[in-house]
C-alpha cells in the first residue's frame, strides 16, 4: 500500500503546536489551521467482501493509518474491487461502497459478512476524528472507484450547479485543452467550501488513477490521461479564486525493476554523457608546452613573469 500526504499552510496562521514529529509516532499538525490533503492508493483494501476486524490485515491497517493521519480532505483509489482484493467478485456500485466507507469510519455491523461485528474502524482509534462528506465516483473500469472525503462540505463554487464531477468532460479537438477526457478511470472533482474565518479562500481537488503497466500502450494512456487537467476543468468551469490540488496515483509501477530494454537504454546514455564528458575535459585542458619554439620568451617578455601550464 503506498500514502503520500500534502499539507498546505493556512493563509491565517494560529499559534504553533508542535505535533508533528513522526519519530516520536506524533503525526499531528504543526499548526492547527494547516490544511491537510492526503492521496492513499489503498489497493482494493475498502471493498464490501473484506472482512473488517482487528488484526494485521489490510483494512485494519488503512484505518489506524487515517486515523494516524487525520486529514482534512482524503482522495482514495483502487477502492471497491472486490475481484483484486480476493474475497468476492466485481466492482461496488456507488451504494454498496457508500455503505462500506460508513462502516470503515463508524464501525457497527457487517451485513456483506453475515451480520458480523466490525472490530476495527477509523473512529475507534480517532473518536473525534470524522470525514462526513463522501463523493463516489460513478466511473470505473470494472475493478476499481476512485473516492474523496472531506471534513468541510461540497459546495457549488462557480454557479454551474455541480460541486463534484466524476470525470473531466470530453474536450473536442478546437476546445481549450486538445485531448481526450480522464481515461479509463475517470478524473474526478471536488469543490469544497472552507470556513471563512480560518482560510481566505475555498478549495478545488482533483483526483485520479492512470493507467499501470510497461507497455508503450501503457504509456501513452498515461501520457493522455496526464493532459493539463487543470485547462480541462477550467472548461467545465471553476471558481477562478480557489486553490487547486491534483491528487493522483501515477501508475508507475513498473519502474520498481527495469526492463532489459530500458535498463540498456539508460545505460548507453550514461556512457554517451561520460564520453561527452571526457572529452570537453580534454578540449578544455591546459596545454603543456615542451618544445615552444621561443613561446615561452615571448611570454616573459610580455607578462614579466613565467608562465604556468597545467
Known sequence: MRFYSLFLCALLASPAVAQWNPAAGQWGK????DLRVMTYNIEDGLCSSN???????????LARLVAAFKPDVLVLEECG???GQGTGSGVDSVATLTTVIGMFFHGGVDTFNGSTAITSWVQKYAPTYDLPFVFISSETD?????VILSRYPFTDLNGDTKSTQSDIPTVTATGYAQGGDGGIRGFAFVEIDLPNG??????????AHMKAGSLTSDHDARRSDARPRGENRR???GDVGARRIHARDSGRRFQ????????RAWTARLAQSS????RNERRHRPRRHRHDGGRRSQLLHRFGREPQFG
Do not use: M, P
Open 235 to 237: 472548461q467545465s468551469g
Open 256 to 263: 520498481r525493476g527495469r526492463t532489459a530494454e530500458r535498463r
Open 81 to 83: 474491487d472486490n475481484t
Open 275 to 278: 564520453a561527452h564528458r571526457r
Open 30 to 33: 504543526v499548526d492547527a489551521a
Open 51 to 61: 472482512t473488517k476486524v482487528e488484526g494485521q490485515n489490510d483494512w485494519c491497517g
Open 198 to 207: 480560518t482560510y481566505r479562500g475555498d478549495l478545488v481537488v482533483g483526483g
Open 142 to 146: 470494472g475493478f476499481n472507484r476512485n
